[in-house]
């Protein structure tokens, strides 16, 4: 290839950190920037141009065991390139006026030296684990190359033995090298080739056919692998333009021996996999600027929705220009919500040439005047109805889900689709009919005020079902949804304590400090899994209370010292406006109500002291040996930028806090329930599960007992399909007050007296990561497989369907709550099979721990069952399917059954770890 072109390399940085694996099933040569992380774990490697690679997405990629290789031109350099400048003019043989390059003489030591130390060690330090060494013909470009070919060849040999003798554990690719010398062969972990069957000439722009004799040629140069590299992979990449059936191309590859890869010119579409990828990601366009993403209604009111389909929500602002790369490629669909009028034609235009049944788009609030815009909408026309409007052919969720009351006289532009599904027909007085809720056959639409009821102080309700009508305006199947609320079939449970006032007194007899009452009455009497963080400033003695750090410092050692908690940060001087450390905007001096941060004297807040030094203090004076801080916990405003979430990435821990979930009885439900995370790049910030007591006791100016409150918002968050699980978040100032006090602990006992399994703060961060960073694929045979950073734990699955236990593995049940269907999944690879039956013998219905071990079969009529479970509290699990289990090895436990579901319950009296080897009839 004559450019930044091929292949795809994994490089190991150190055979002790990345162990031996098998060849590669699947690559991708991906020189684009734009597809989301979560797309390219389906692959084993993946090579990726070093400019358009973040470090996040190349660590995300190592961690998700996916292995991104560097893209390397050894045989010339193009004049755009950083390190052109640096080039001597005796380095250069001639030029590839194509490609605007000058061809490099390899055989130059010089040069050799200058391609491992500038181009291939900065990428091995980022974090690349391979190369893929490409044009390595290029010096037959020019009369040097031509008269001494094999002098060429020797010195990529040594090139090539000088990057394993430096990097041994580093994966190889070479693009056609089949002239390199036999003893350079062994070295070699791939090699790679294009155009067997489908060309691409970049010169025409053309897809071409590649003819019988320049294949039969191909053939012949690799027959010598073939016979004497058998274990060598032969990576075939052809191309393809829009509307190829890529997948039959990759599958007509892989069965004449190849591993395959079928991409556009441009090499930023993702080729087809085996098992097939299912898209799960979702285009979200919002028509705010793209830092304000967070404020917009597509990510507030609609993410939560997308995420409980199964979908992963890719933002994006209208504002910015349109993506470059292919949608459907990648996307399941695209979501628009247009809010402010800020619309281009050039956008809508460019997202009409993808949209089809296979890419639905979806529109939500107005009415746009772009043509372009109104004809992704299937729009025949649009007027402004005359009044009153009479309703009929409602959908049954219209008017009953929250809201009920359908606006009679909108007084704005409503359209009439040309051909679809009506949820909602508004006829006006002179007989007109308008659809302001509709789907079609590549997509939908649902336009303002007929979307939301309004109500005072950012109050919405939902006028229809969001979750059914995005199921049909999607055209989504029945595909498993990976699930952060549930393990083991019971509600997740998680408590945190942000640190913000423990070094206050409570009015209490004695005066203590607040942490000092939380340990006492809460940590102490509800032993559950907590993340509880300090702020630095406040604690230190170079802090803002020198005279009561050693009493707060003691006692945060004190609870960081107990099994139920890990240690988290919640910074330095406690920032309100984090986009302001990264160069954004903050509220003017004056007008920021508790200023910019805690007021330190003589310091300004940066990201560094925040995070970097607060983790630093919490490890070095605070924690256990063997326990350091593993959580961040955001502080302010909450809405971390790219930088500081790189930050905390980096010292390996999760960031958690943010977000506005907090729907109550009086206020918003649906359209106040906050999604789990929010992408920025290639980063991901973590929201809170539920809000703190400062928004139930408005900012903590009373009632102060106002946190009971929050169960109502568990219990609106479990009736609307299990949201959230239970997350229980407060500050230390809670204990301050008898009043605020007392609430707590009615929520801690309401809590523990649902089905709940309990885990920490960073086991829920991580599922939710699991859902962002993970490729979903599916077998020939309908298999579900997951590939990324961690295995889900608990998928759902549609009420009319059951896993099929005997098919699948790593599956050790599941239960039916709160309208849902979860299914119970164990250890780093499951396979789900689904069937239409119900399940046939004993399975695991529900446990208050994490299954970390599942095995199950039948022998001689008997189905034996083996399983580990672990978790925060003395173990309970409930089998279904079996009316008789006797134990026949395990730990010892209390054997019951269930006097409402007759399940077999199995209760350990204080272990919160069990083993069970069960015999059932």
Known sequence: ?????????????SNSVFPAQPSPHNVAFYYGSEAPIGSLYAYDWVVLQQDRASDARLELLRKGGTRPLTY???????????????????????????????????????????????????????????????????????????????????????????????????KLIVNRGFHLPESIHPLIDALAFESWRDGYD????????????????????????????????????????????????????????FVPYISNGALNRLGPTEPATVKRHVLVIHDLPAERMDQSAAHRRLGIILERLGLVPVYRSALEPHPEEPLDDRYAGAVIWWETGNRSNGLCRWLAEWQSPTLPIVTFGQVPIEPACRALMNIGRVAIPGSPLVFSSLQPSVGEYEGGRLPPSPGTPLPAMRTGNTWMTATSEDGSQFHPVYSFEEGGTAVAPFVLEYG??????????????????????????????????????????????????????????????????????????????????????????????AEAEALARQMFRLDNVEVASHTYSHPFFWQSLEGGPAPKSGTAKYGYSMNVPNYKPNLEREIEGSVSYINERLTPPGKPVSVFLWTGDARPGERALSKVRRLGLVNVNGGD???????S?????????????????????????????NLWTGPFYGFRNVIDTFEILEKKGRLKPIGIYYHFYSGTRPESLNALKEVYLYAINQSITPLHLSDYAQRVQTQYFSAMTMTRDGGYQWRGIGAPSTVKIPSDLFPDLARSHGVAG???????????????????????????????????????????????????????????????????GSNQCDITNGSPVQKSRDADSQSLVFSAADSHEIRLELECI
């Open 1 to 13: 290839m004559s450019r930044p072109c091929l292949l795809f390399i994994a490089l190991l940085v």
């Open 72 to 170: 390397i031109s050894i045989g010339e350099m193009a004049r755009s390139h950083r390190y052109y400048p640096q080039l001597k003019d005796h380095w250069k043989l001639g030029k590839n006026t194509a490609w605007q390059s000058s061809v490099l003489d390899i055989s130059n030591p010089e040069v050799q030296q200058f391609i491992l130390d500038k181009l291939i060690a900065p990428a091995i330090e980022r974090g690349f684990q391979g190369v893929f060494m490409d044009t390595m013909d290029s010096h037959l470009l020019t009369s040097k190359g031509k008269e001494n070919p094999s002098k060429f060849a020797e010195s990529q040999a040594r090139l090539i033995q000088a990057f394993k003798q430096r990097y041994p554990a580093a």
């Open 814 to 880: 599941y239960n039916d709550v709160a309208g849902q269907r979860f299914v119970h999944l164990v250890g780093a690879d499951p396979l789900l099979h689904l069937t239409p039956t119900s399940t046939n013998g004993p399975y695991v219905e529900s446990a208050n721990a994490v299954i970390s071990e599942w095995r199950r079969s039948k022998v001689s009529g008997k189905w034996l069952l083996s399983m580990v479970l672990h978790g925060h509290q003395p173990v309970n699990l409930k089998l279904a």
């Open 456 to 549: 005072p102080d950012d109050q919405a309700f939902w006028l229809f079902n969001p979750f059914d009508f995005l199921r049909e305006a999607l055209n989504l199947g029945t595909l498993p949804v990976i699930d952060s609320t549930t393990e083991s079939g019971r509600r997740i449970l998680t408590a945190h304590i942000d640190g913000d006032g423990l070094v206050s007194r409570a009015e209490l007899a004695g005066t203590p400090l607040s942490a000092e009452v939380i340990q006492r009455q809460i940590l102490k009497r509800f032993p559950l899994p907590h993340t509880i963080s300090v702020i630095e400033a406040e604690t230190s003695p170079q802090g803002l209370y020198p005279d009561t750090s």
């Open 661 to 667: 979930t907090h729907p109550v009885h009086f206020d």
């Open 669 to 697: 439900e649906l359209a106040g329930i906050w999604p789990d995370a929010r992408p920025v790049g290639d980063e991901l910030q973590i929201y809170a599960p539920v809000m703190n007591e400062n928004v139930y006791t």
């Open 202 to 257: 970049a010169s025409r722009n053309q897809y071409t056919t590649v003819s019988d004799s320049d294949r039969e040629w191909l053939e012949g140069q690799l027959r010598h692998w073939r016979e004497g590299h058998p274990d060598v992979p032969l990576i075939a990449i052809d191309y393809a333009g829009r509307g190829n059936d890529t997948a039959e191309q990759a599958r007509r590859l892989r069965d004449e021996g």
